[in-house]
C-alpha cells in the first residue's frame, strides 16, 4: 500500500513551482537556480551514472563501510550494546524489532545491505521509504519486495524536510531512519540542524538515525569527484539548463555555458556552478523574461559539505539525537553515524 501523505501536486502546480523559484534565483546576486531542479527524469538517470563513476568516491565508499558493518548497525539500532554484539548471534540477547524507513528513495542498492541485516536479526522487516517521487518510490517497492523476502515495502510520498510523519511504532519496536548517501552535506549547516530537528520531531525516544557524512579530504580527490574525466556532471550540472528549456520555453544554449566545481575551504564545501563563457541574454518564455549574464558570470546550483571531525556528532546532538557510534572506511573519507533519539 503506497500512503500518499499530501496531495500529488498536479503538473501545473509543479511547473508553477519551478517557474517562481527560477525567476526568484535569476533575479538574485550572485544567480542561483535551487538544486531540486537537479532530479527530473533526465538528471536522476545522470545522478545514478555519476554514482558509478571512479572518481566519485562517495558511493562505493559508504557502500563498503555498510557491507562491512550493517549486523553492527542493525543491532546497535535496536538497542544493543556494544558489548553483547557478538552474542546476539547465538540468540542470548533479546533486543527491539526495528522498522526502516529511509530519507530519499533514490539510493536503494545500499539500503539494500541494511535491510538484508534486518531480516538476518529478526526474520523480516517493514521498510517506509519517503520520497517527493511517487515514480521513485514505486520502483523501489517493486525491486526490493521482488529481491529481498521477509521485506514489506510502504512507501510514503512526503517531503521530509517539512517534517515526517511515520506510522506509531508498538510496544518492543523502534524506528531506524536512514538518511545516507551524504545528502545531509548539501543543506547549509543550520538549514541541516532544522532538517534533523523536524525528523526528530516525528521520532520517539529510542528510535536510531543513521546519517552517512561525506569527510573533509584532500582538495584534489574532491574536485575530480565533482568533475569526472567523463563529463557525466558536467551533463548533469548542464541538464538544470536544459530542463529550464524543455519545461519553461528558456533558450540556454548549453554550449555557452560551463560546469564549473570550486572547493572552498573557509565553509569547508564543493560548490558547483554554471559559468556562462561569454556575456549573454537568455531569454526565458513562460517567464516572460530577458536574464542577462557577463562573461565569467556564474549560477550558483549546489553545495556539498564536508564534514570535519566532530561536526556531525555537534549536529547530531543539536537536533536532539544522542551519538551512539560511527563507522568509517580505511582511508577515512566517509562516515556513518548512529545516533539515538533522546
Ligand atoms: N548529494 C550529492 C553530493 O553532494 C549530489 C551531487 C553529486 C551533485 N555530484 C553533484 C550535485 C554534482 C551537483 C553537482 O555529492
Given at each position: 500500500?503506497?500512503?500518499?501523505?499530501?496531495?500529488?501536486?498536479?503538473?501545473?502546480?509543479?511547473?508553477?513551482?519551478?517557474a517562481e523559484a527560477v525567476r526568484a534565483g535569476l533575479m538574485r546576486r550572485p544567480k542561483?537556480?535551487?538544486?531540486?531542479?537537479?532530479?527530473?527524469?533526465?538528471?536522476?538517470?545522470?545522478?545514478?551514472?555519476?554514482?558509478?563513476?571512479?572518481?566519485?568516491?562517495?558511493?562505493?565508499?559508504?557502500?563498503?563501510?555498510?557491507?562491512?558493518?550493517?549486523?553492527?548497525?542493525?543491532?546497535?539500532?535496536?538497542?544493543?550494546?556494544?558489548?553483547?554484539?557478538?552474542?546476539?548471534?547465538?540468540?542470548?540477547?533479546?533486543?527491539?524489532?526495528?522498522?526502516?524507513?529511509?530519507?530519499?528513495?533514490?539510493?536503494?542498492?545500499?539500503?539494500?545491505?541494511?535491510?538484508?541485516?534486518?531480516?538476518?536479526?529478526?526474520?523480516?522487516?517493514?521498510?517506509?521509504?519517503v520520497d517527493v517521487s511517487l515514480t521513485a518510490l514505486e520502483a523501489a517497492k517493486e525491486?526490493?519486495?521482488?529481491?529481498?523476502?521477509?521485506?514489506?515495502?510502504?512507501?510514503?510520498?512526503?517531503?521530509?524536510?517539512?517534517?515526517?510523519?511515520?506510522?506509531?511504532?508498538?510496544?518492543?519496536?523502534?524506528?531506524?531512519?536512514?538518511?545516507?548517501?551524504?545528502?545531509?552535506?548539501?543543506?547549509?549547516?543550520?538549514?541541516?540542524?532544522?532538517?534533523?530537528?523536524?525528523?526528530?520531531?516525528?521520532?520517539?525516544?529510542?528510535?536510531?538515525?543513521?546519517?552517512?557524512?561525506?569527510?573533509?579530504?584532500?582538495?584534489?580527490?574532491?574536485?575530480?569527484?565533482?568533475?569526472?574525466?567523463?563529463?557525466?556532471?558536467?551533463?548533469?550540472?548542464?541538464?538544470?539548463?536544459?530542463?529550464?528549456?524543455?519545461?519553461?520555453?528558456?533558450?540556454?544554449?548549453?554550449?555557452?555555458?560551463?560546469?564549473?566545481?570550486?572547493?572552498?575551504?573557509?565553509?569547508?564545501?564543493?560548490?558547483?556552478?554554471?559559468?556562462?563563457?561569454?556575456?549573454?541574454?537568455?531569454?526565458?518564455?513562460?517567464?516572460?523574461?530577458?536574464?542577462e549574464f557577463a562573461e565569467g558570470e556564474r549560477i550558483h546550483t549546489e553545495n556539498s559539505?564536508?564534514?570535519?571531525?566532530?561536526?556531525?556528532?555537534?549536529?547530531?546532538?543539536?537536533?536532539?539525537?544522542?551519538?551512539?557510534?560511527?563507522?568509517?572506511?580505511?582511508?577515512?573519507?566517509?562516515?556513518?553515524?548512529?545516533?539515538?533519539?533522546?
Amino acid at each position: 500500500m503506497t500512503t500518499i501523505a499530501f496531495p500529488i501536486p498536479s503538473t501545473e502546480i509543479i511547473q508553477e513551482r519551478v517557474a517562481e523559484a527560477v525567476r526568484a534565483g535569476l533575479m538574485r546576486r550572485p544567480k542561483r537556480l535551487p538544486a531540486w531542479l537537479f532530479y527530473d527524469e533526465a538528471g536522476s538517470r545522470l545522478f545514478d551514472e555519476i554514482t558509478e563513476r571512479p572518481e566519485y568516491y562517495l558511493t562505493r565508499t559508504e557502500r563498503g563501510i555498510l557491507a562491512h558493518h550493517a549486523d553492527a548497525m542493525v543491532a546497535r539500532a535496536a538497542g544493543l550494546e556494544a558489548a553483547s554484539l557478538d552474542r546476539i548471534t547465538l540468540g542470548a540477547v533479546s533486543c527491539d524489532r526495528l522498522r526502516i524507513a529511509e530519507l530519499g528513495a533514490g539510493s536503494a542498492d545500499k539500503t539494500r545491505l541494511l535491510l538484508k541485516a534486518a531480516v538476518a536479526q529478526q526474520g523480516s522487516v517493514i521498510y517506509e521509504p519517503v520520497d517527493v517521487s511517487l515514480t521513485a518510490l514505486e520502483a523501489a517497492k517493486e525491486r526490493i519486495e521482488c529481491e529481498i523476502p521477509g521485506v514489506t515495502v510502504m512507501p510514503r510520498v512526503e517531503d521530509y524536510t517539512q517534517g515526517l510523519e511515520l506510522d506509531p511504532t508498538a510496544a518492543g519496536e523502534r524506528h531506524l531512519v536512514l538518511y545516507i548517501g551524504s545528502s545531509i552535506g548539501n543543506f547549509e549547516p543550520w538549514e541541516a540542524e532544522r532538517v534533523l530537528s523536524r525528523v526528530r520531531a516525528g521520532l520517539n525516544p529510542g528510535d536510531g538515525l543513521l546519517l552517512g557524512v561525506d569527510l573533509k579530504k584532500d582538495e584534489a580527490t574532491l574536485l575530480a569527484a565533482y568533475d569526472d574525466a567523463a563529463g557525466v556532471t558536467a551533463d548533469f550540472n548542464l541538464n538544470m539548463l536544459a530542463r529550464l528549456n524543455r519545461e519553461l520555453g528558456a533558450e540556454f544554449q548549453l554550449d555557452a555555458f560551463e560546469h564549473c566545481a570550486v572547493w572552498n575551504a573557509r565553509e569547508s564545501r564543493m560548490e558547483m556552478h554554471l559559468e556562462s563563457r561569454a556575456a549573454q541574454r537568455v531569454h526565458i518564455d513562460a517567464l516572460d523574461l530577458e536574464v542577462e549574464f557577463a562573461e565569467g558570470e556564474r549560477i550558483h546550483t549546489e553545495n556539498s559539505y564536508k564534514y570535519l571531525p566532530g561536526q556531525a556528532e555537534a549536529l547530531l546532538a543539536s537536533a536532539r539525537f544522542e551519538p551512539v557510534e560511527s563507522w568509517t572506511d580505511e582511508q577515512g573519507w566517509f562516515r556513518v553515524h548512529l545516533g539515538r533519539a533522546v
